[in-house]
Each structure stands twice: as C-alpha cells, then as structure tokens.
C-alpha cells in the first residue's frame, strides 16, 4: 500500500472525527479570509475616496478628532461650525483653491444615504466627474439634486424625477458617471439650497483646499492656521490616520479570528494523538515490514498537513464567499462605510497564502503527535491491543 492510500485510509478511518475536526479548520479559516478580503477592500476603498477628495488640505472645525477625518471621507454627517467669514478668510490666501462643503444625511424609502451641499462649478472641476445622464447644475445656486450612479439606481432616479429631502421635493437635474467611491452614494445640492434645507445658514462643514505648490503645504497650513482657528490637516495625516484607525480595528477582528484558528490546531493535535494511541499496532506492523522513524514521522505529518489543506481551501472559499455577501451590508458607522455598496474582490493571493497558511499551521500542530508515533519502539507498538 502506497504512503498516499495509508493516509487517505487514516483519514476516513473516523469519518465523524474527521469531519468535525476539519469543519474546525474550515470555520477558524473562513473568519480568517473574510476579515483579511474585507480588510484589504476597506483599505484600498480608503485611498480611493483620500484620491477623490482632490484636497492637499482639509480645514475642519477647531477641535476635530480623528472621527471628523473618517466622516469626511465616507460621507457621514459632520458638525457645521465653520462660518462664512472663516471660509473668505481662507479664500483670501493667494496660491491656493478653497472649496467649502457641507456634509450632511437625509433618508429615502427609510434608507440613509448622504446629502452634500457644494459648490456647483468649483466642485466639478475638483472632482473631475463626468455626467452619465441629464445635467448639472445651471448655477452656485439652482434648485434641483445630481444624484450619484448607485442612488439612481437604488432608488430608480432619472433625469426629470424628484427626490424629497428634509420633506421638500427635488427635481432630479442629472446622474453622475459611477466613480466607485462614496460619490455614487450621495445626493448633491447646490451649497446655499442645502444650507436653506437644514437650516445652517452661512456655515459649513469642511474646507477642501488644493494649493499650487506641493512642496509648500505645510507652509499654506500655517497660513491657515494664522488667519482662522480651525483645524488643518494634510491629505496624507488624514490618510495615514484613518489607515490607522482601521487597521487597527482590523487587527483585533483578525486576532479573534486568529484564537479560532488556534482552536482549531488543538483539535488537530488532539485528533493526531488519539490516532497515534489507535494505531499502535499498525505502527508496529510498518516497522516490522522495514518503515524507519523518519519515514513514519513524514506519514503522520502529511496525514495532518491534508486536513490543513483541506481545510484551507474550504475555509479560503467560504471566507471569500462571506465578504463578498457582507460588504454590501456593512455600512451602519463610519468606520465601515468604507465598503458601502462596494464588492470585496477576490484576491487569488489571499487565498493562496490562507491555503498555505492552513497547511503549514495544521503540520506545525502534527509534529508532536508524528514525533510521538515515531518514537514508539516495534515490540512496544506490535503488541498493543
């Protein structure tokens, strides 16, 4: 009989034991995998929208936290402190384009979704869209809403329909282009209509600024923070801070994920030596028949590295699956919002390396129980019963 058809056998020798000791794998792997697709779309989801924000510099109200710079980028709602006055004073400052927004959120069919008053022309050319459908808006000031790709579509939104907000009704000027970001999540208004609408006149949320010297920023920074006392930050602290607010949140899912996978390698060492102790005689037999302590060493190893093998790859398929279900869903705080509407794609080397993983953990878990079998002696192991 082949090494390969003795394992095999040894495997499906307890079916039961075998099945439940793989489901162990197999669940430990999935929350393993879905953490790690679901972190890497948060990611790169993250360095879309820092992208798409267009801004070199963002001026948020005095006192902001790092809460405040996740909001910005996902769209959330933002406190409207900042007034008229400062957003001219900042204008004011030569080199630079300021572009004010005001981040607020409205509801349709009981569904949340993000409203943001801009400023129509600046805007456009900042965020370099492109209208998929109908128009934009006609002036800093025109009535009506562009809506993003997949509010139109969720909500079935055209050109010449309405949409109501705070309970007025808005006709529906054009659809943008999808840009794959928070944008396509997000009803715009022209920034005096939305500031009427939730009674925040003459205040904004955010103060998007792109300078014309990049190797300036810092110095423009400055410039602000004499003029207005608000808060400034730069698009890479901003990126690097909600990098880090994620990652860490992140970290910790995939270390609970992580126990699971540990549970699961107990199980393997506990079913390897429950296997040693039944098969004693069958070890005895193979070392009769001419079997060395390396070569039953390298069966009882293999035989540990199939389940991890086999549980890899049923935990990589279902982990992958699960994102890919979930990502749509996720989406009820700011620290998830980043895959709002998104779709976890699928990272052939997350599942390689979640395979490659499982293995290499599973025979690590087999080594004790394979060195165990292998030191049994041939009389010793021939004439258990």
Excluded at 45 to 66: D, F, H, M, W, Y
Excluded at 157 to 186: C, Y
Excluded at 359 to 385: D, F, N, Q
């Amino acid at each position: 009989m082949t090494p390969a058809r003795l394992v095999l056998r040894n495997l499906v020798r307890r079916r039961g034991r075998f099945v439940f000791t793989l489901c162990g794998i197999v669940i430990g792997m999935a929350s393993f995998v879905t953490f790690m697709a679901l972190g890497g779309s948060l990611k790169s989801q993250i360095e879309r929208e820092s992208a798409a924000l267009g801004a070199n510099l963002v001026v948020t109200p005095k006192g902001s936290c790092a809460y405040e710079q996740v909001s910005i980028l996902t769209g959330e709602q933002l406190p409207t402190t900042i007034t008229a006055e400062e957003v001219a004073a900042i204008r004011e400052i030569e080199g630079m384009t300021a572009i004010p927004y005001l981040a607020e959120r409205s509801a349709i069919e009981n569904r949340p979704l993000s409203v943001m008053g801009i400023v129509p022309a600046q805007t456009w050319s900042f965020k370099n869209w492109r209208l998929a459908t109908g128009s934009y808006f006609s002036a800093d000031d025109a009535q009506g809403a562009v809506v993003g790709a997949v509010v139109a579509e969720q909500f079935g939104l055209a050109p010449g329909s309405e949409v109501r907000i705070r309970g007025r009704q808005m006709p529906v000027l054009g659809v943008i282009a999808e840009t794959g970001g928070k944008d396509d999540l997000t009803v715009f208004l022209s920034l005096p209509v939305a500031q009427q609408l939730y009674d925040q006149k003459d205040r904004v949320s955010y103060v998007a600024v792109r300078v014309d010297r990049l190797d300036e920023v810092d110095l423009y920074a400055m410039k602000i923070k004499e003029r207005v006392s608000l808060g400034v930050v730069s698009d890479k602290q901003m990126l690097s801070s909600v990098l880090s607010i994620v990652g860490t949140v992140n970290m910790t899912l995939q270390l609970i994920a992580a126990v699971a996978i540990l549970a699961a390698a107990f199980g393997i060492v506990n079913t390897m030596m429950t296997a040693t102790y039944e098969r004693k005689r069958e070890i005895g037999i193979l070392q009769a028949m001419g079997a060395t302590r390396a070569a039953i060493f390298r069966l009882f190893l293999i035989e540990s590295g199939v389940y991890g093998l086999l549980g890899g790859l049923g935990g990589a398929v279902l982990g992958i699956g699960a994102s890919l279900v979930a990502a749509p869903y996720i989406s009820q705080n700011a620290a998830t919002a980043f895959v709002k509407g998104a779709q976890s794609s699928v990272d052939p080397l997350i599942f390689a390396l979640a395979v490659a993983f499982s293995t290499l953990v599973a025979m690590a878990s087999g080594l004790y129980p394979a060195w165990k079998a292998a030191r049994l002696s041939p009389v010793e192991a021939i004439s258990y019963e």
